[in-house]
């Protein structure tokens, strides 16, 4: 093989401007500089109140843990079933850390489908009772690569106003006409149908569970109004996967539709389940179709081992401990049980995901450090994320916390509501 062919370090070295490079010295500077753009876009976030910086955890992500150097109760996570920590899970993820090693070494489509990928998956339909079933990185590159792959120049799709910004970034992908429909409402889905025929595929889609007011959608209703017109039903259940449906099998399976062809499942492996990943399940050539089209399947990395581990693990641990989904729903009637008792506002929540309303953003982010000084870790959320009166701290209530846990952070809920002016 010729060696000049090939760009090696010390030609690298030799050729630092390659053909048709310019440098600065060659054409007038215009145009705004990095810098200039980092400078005014920070100042803008800063001045609107939406300039963020996370906490930091000083230990694993669990009920108590310690964050930004204080012990706390820890209201903040996704973290469910107490999964992201749990003993069992770990020893899977070390166990296939080194049986099959660090990287899987390829996207799937080329050479980075090990076996336990091909298991996990058939063990994921198995749990899920669908026909087939994909994984991907995230549940946001799902929501991408499943949109995106699915969807084209003549179909409709119809989204409820509140999906989660995933899905409309995967809408973006494609060429489909879009629709909104009205939060949570079958007549206005069956409005929306009605005034705009397609020849081409329809869908609907709508989060299982909303994840900032902790509904869940009518699918019963939504369903049917779909099949009126022919269309399917996409549920993105990142919030209900884990949570809803005997052993979490996730809000589909709540209300009985989990072996219809024509609703798709999507969700993530990231929160209930406790590492990352994301997830289509449904129609049985729906996995073929998009091993083939979905984007970020076929050009990213598949998953490390140890992840996909710790996820067998999981789907395991659910259906051999059933006190987990107990114990996460005894606790989410009794945290809001209790917060309704004191006279907060949660927005009629019907999920662990527990909203407490304090008004205006200024207020919940009050709230929100007075509640860590407290030693409680909830998050406020204020507009845009929100309407703007109805900023909140949202909670997420998980199997792990204990009552003691739960009544600390009930009596400093009431103390910070009192001092603010919330509850009398
Ligand atoms: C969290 C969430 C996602 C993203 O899932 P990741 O696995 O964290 O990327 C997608 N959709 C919905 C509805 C979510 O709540």
């Known amino acids: 093989m010729e060696s000049g062919r090939f760009i090696t370090p010390t030609q690298g070295k030799e050729t630092s401007r390659l053909p048709g490079m310019t440098t600065t010295t060659d054409v007038p500077a215009s145009g705004v500089s990095l810098s200039e753009r980092l400078r005014q876009d920070l ?194 259940d990142a919030h209900g996967s884990g949570v809803m449906g005997e052993a979490g099998r996730g809000t589909v399976h709540h209300f009985g539709f989990e072996y219809a062809d024509d609703v798709i499942q999507v969700g993530t492996l990231s929160k209930a389940w406790g590492g990352v990943g ?54 989410t009637r009794f945290f809001k049980a209790e917060l309704g008792r004191l006279g907060f506002d949660t927005l009629g929540s019907v999920t662990p995901i527990t909203p407490v309303v304090f008004g205006e953003a200024s207020a919940a982010f009050e709230a929100s450090r007075r509640l860590f000084d407290l030693g409680i870790f909830a998050v406020g959320l204020g507009f845009p994320t929100v309407p703007r009166d109805l900023a909140r701290i949202r909670n997420i209530v998980t199997a792990e916390h204990t009552r003691d846990d739960l009544e600390q952070a009930l009596s400093a809920y009431q103390q910070v509501g009192r001092d603010l002016g919330v509850i009398a």
């Open 278 to 331: 994301g997830y289509a399940a449904g129609h049985p050539d729906l996995r073929e179709l998009l091993i083939n089209r979905a984007r970020p399947y076929l050009f990213s990395t598949a998953q490390p081992p140890a992840v996909v581990g710790a996820l067998a693990a999981a789907l395991d641990e659910v259906q051999r401990d059933p006190s987990l989904m107990e114990r996460l729903w005894d606790n």
């Open 43 to 236: 100042a803008g976030l800063r001045e609107s109140g939406l300039l963020i910086s996370p906490r930091v955890l000083d230990a694993p992500q669990r009920a108590r843990t310690r964050v930004d150097g204080r012990e706390v109760v820890n209201l903040a996570s996704n973290n469910y079933l107490g999964f992201a920590d749990h003993p069992r899970l770990k020893e899977r993820a070390a166990q296939y850390l080194q049986q099959w090693g660090v990287g899987a070494g390829a996207v799937r489509t080329i050479a980075g489908t090990l076996r336990i990928h091909e298991d996990f998956e058939r063990q994921l339909a198995d749990f899920k009772h669908t026909g087939s079933a994909l994984v991907l990185h995230s549940g946001f590159s799902t929501n991408q690569g499943v949109l995106g792959g699915l969807l084209r120049e003549g179909d409709l799709v119809v989204s409820d106003e509140l999906n989660h910004a995933s899905i409309i970034d995967g809408l973006r992908l494609t060429k489909a006409t879009k629709k909104i429909y009205k939060h949570a409402d079958p007549a206005d889905l069956d409005r929306v149908l009605r005034e705009n025929p397609s020849e081409g595929l329809k869908l609907v889609v709508t989060d299982g569970v909303f994840s900032m007011d902790g509904d869940v959608a009518p699918l019963d209703k939504l369903v049917e109004v779909a099949r009126r017109y022919g269309a399917v039903t996409y549920v993105d």
